[in-house]
Structure formats: C-alpha cells, structure tokens
C-alpha cells in the first residue's frame, strides 16, 4: 500500500467501494466509513453484475472488500482486505 502522502501529491481520489451486503469484512469496512462521515460510493457486486466484472477487469481478483480509488491524473488504485482499507481511511480521513 502506498503511503497517503502519495495520495495528497496526486490529489485527492475519488473513492468507491465494491463489497455485498452478507460479507462480514465487507461490514467492518462500511462500518468504518460511516463512523468517520465518508461519502463513498457503494458497488454492490452480487445485485449489479457491471460491478463484480469492473472489479474483475480493473483489480484483477473478484475479492471484496475491494477500494477503488480514482486520482485527478487519470490512475486507478485497487485496495483489498479490510483491514488495509480501514487503515487507509482512519490514516487519511480520521
């Protein structure tokens, strides 16, 4: 994972979160988000299909949870487990 620093000199990214509603890890992670106020976009890849195929596509796995964070500069970064993600945010936004 990189470090936020990295995040602040490419500028802030826009950020979306692919999970389904029955994954306890996927729980956790939305738990965080609404604990530190986020408003993340949430990808639901059992109820949507385009979803679970993006994540596919761009991430490379079909794991969630998975972050999707979009940078100003046009570059994508895929973050997996719950932890690395609650991580990121409560270092980023917390």
């Known amino acids: 994972m ?5 995040d602040t000199a490419a500028g802030s990214p826009r950020l979306s979160l ?15 988000i609404r604990e530190l106020g986020l408003d993340i976009e949430i990808r639901d890849v059992l109820r949507h299909p385009r979803f679970r195929r993006e994540l596919i596509a761009g ?6 949870p998975c972050l999707r964070l979009d940078y100003p500069d046009g570059r994508t ?14 270092r980023r936004f917390g």
């Open 2 to 6: 990189s470090s936020d620093s990295n």
């Open 18 to 32: 692919y999970q389904y509603d029955a994954c306890p890890y996927c729980a956790l992670v939305r738990m965080a």
């Open 59 to 64: 991430g490379g796995s079909s794991q969630v």
């Open 77 to 90: 970064r895929w973050m997996y487990e719950s932890l690395d993600i609650i991580d990121y945010l409560r």
